[in-house]
């Protein structure tokens, strides 16, 4: 992912809007740990885009 749209990016679910850290293609708020898929390419930031701990990105690929 591109580092500069990763620098503009926050948690939607944090009142705060923390940054995310990307992990392969899944990015990762830095406050209360929400791990958001990253599907081909655009990161899917809806609330309802949260992955459970027992799910994992189907369709999550990382094109930089």
Same mark, same amino acid.
């Given at each position: 992912?591109?580092? /500069?749209?990763?620098?503009? @990016?926050? %948690?939607?679910?944090c009142?705060? &809007?923390? *940054?995310?850290? /990307?992990?392969?293609?899944? @990015?990762? %708020?830095?406050?209360?740990?929400a &791990?958001? *898929? ?6 899917? @930031? ?18 930089e």
């Amino acid at each position: 992912m591109d580092p /500069q749209l990763l620098a503009v @990016l926050a %948690c939607p679910l944090c009142d705060s &809007r923390p *940054p995310l850290n /990307q992990q392969g293609s899944i @990015l990762v %708020c830095t406050q209360c740990g929400a &791990r958001f *898929p990253i599907r081909n390419g655009i990161p899917a @930031l809806r609330p309802g885009d949260a992955l459970t701990d027992d799910a994992t990105p189907d369709d999550s690929t990382d094109h930089e």
